[in-house]
């Protein structure tokens, strides 16, 4: 890679790669690592270069998603391979007390249990680094709502890890 | 929010968000490596497409030819134009002021018994101009057979529909009153025959006073 372009997206594939996989993954796709490179060769091709390649690049991949799961054929794949999909996080270290890897494993498997439209907007916050704005624009929904949808989001995990507590 | 926040349980959402940020996505080294490769290969795909030269097919011999040809085309028919509207001029609008010529028709459906279809609706008509005081009268059939029943009375014989014949001055009553008499007796030799609402079988005064005033307004 030696143009600038090539280089921001260097930068985005070191910094968002992750996240980009993982909020793919959120529609139970088990293309998520398709549609995210896609995205990036489609980011790659873009012209001009977008304002904000971040938010741009979570917009495809989730339209991209979307269209995917849209597929019938698709959809009966996904659910003869879900068993073997892969994990969406690094197994969490131990604190002091040893105890963080419980509470952290378990809020993983909450958060993927969760409805979709609190959980995209949790993990595009958390893992994507985006703003309540930028995640609105996403959405096309406004950022009051994405923000309630997001504690909401919160407060249902804080519940279930207390059940399970 | 308040909810949460004001409950003294163990976990409150702010401990939620410190422990989704212990969280870390699954790494993606393998995938990372294959987008760069395939970005690069789309860049080298890229220059290799720029460095070459483009093909350029030859043009053809024909084209300047033709577009000669429509060059002249219409290069001659703007000089036509231009010389036609200089030399000759538009002439002025004549202006003719026509008078509409009303027309009075009495249709008298008639038949003749020389006539090889006796059921045949015949239809004469007269027709007066105000101009020329002249009136015409003639035959109209549907089988466009034109001799009429009053041009015959007169001894006229093979009188075409058109254009009109005119007879000029003459007696107009006589024609009324010969029409009135011819109306009268085909009523009443073909009984069968159904005359028109507009001229009715009537006695020989009221019909030839119908007839006048239908003149009349000539």
């Known amino acids: ?165 | 929010m308040t909810r949460q926040n004001d409950q003294k349980g163990p976990i409150d959402t702010e401990s939620i968000e410190n422990l989704l940020a212990r969280l870390t996505p699954a790494p993606q080294d393998e995938l990372a490596a294959t987008i760069s490769t395939t970005l690069e290969n789309i860049s080298v795909q890229t220059v290799s497409k720029q460095q070459r030269q483009p093909y350029r097919s030859p043009t053809p011999l024909y084209r300047p030819f033709i577009a000669g040809m429509l060059g002249l085309v219409v290069g001659a028919t703007a000089m036509f134009l231009l010389m036609t509207l200089t030399q000759f001029p538009p002439r002025p609008v004549k202006t003719e002021i026509r008078e509409i010529v009303r027309e009075v028709v009495v249709e008298v459906p008639v038949s003749v018994a020389h006539d090889s279809q006796p059921d045949l609706l015949k239809k004469e008509r007269i027709v007066g101009d105000p101009l020329t005081s002249e009136t015409a009268i003639f035959t109209e059939t549907p089988s466009g057979d034109s001799t009429g029943l009053l041009p015959m009375i007169f001894g006229l014989k093979n009188v075409t529909s058109r254009p009109p014949v005119s007879f000029g001055s003459f007696d107009l009553d006589k024609i009324i009153d010969e029409a009135a008499i011819r109306q009268n007796s085909l009523a009443v030799a073909h009984p069968r025959y159904t005359l028109r609402e507009s001229v009715p079988v009537l006695p020989h005064a009221e019909y030839r006073e119908m007839i006048r005033q239908v003149l009349g307004t000539l």
């Open chain 1, 1 to 165: 890679m030696k143009n600038d372009k090539e280089l921001k997206i260097k930068e985005l594939i070191d910094s968002r790669l992750a996240a980009l996989v993982l909020f793919a993954r959120q529609w139970r796709n088990v293309a998520a690592e398709d549609i995210v490179q896609e995205a990036f060769v489609k980011l790659y091709r873009h012209e001009p270069w977008p304002d904000d390649p971040v938010a741009w690049l979570f917009a495809v991949v989730r339209n991209a998603s979307n269209n995917y799961i849209r597929s019938d054929k698709r959809r009966k794949r996904h659910e003869e391979r879900a068993q073997s999909a892969r994990p969406w996080f690094l197994k969490p270290e131990n604190d002091e007390q040893g105890k963080a890897d419980d509470l952290a494993g378990t809020l993983a498997r909450e958060l993927e249990l969760l409805d979709q439209e609190y959980r995209e907007i949790i993990v595009a916050k958390t893992w994507g680094g985006l703003t309540f704005e930028q995640i609105a624009e996403l959405l096309d929904s406004s950022r009051s709502t994405v923000h309630r949808k997001y504690q909401e989001g919160l407060a249902l995990l804080q519940e279930r890890l207390e059940g399970e507590i």
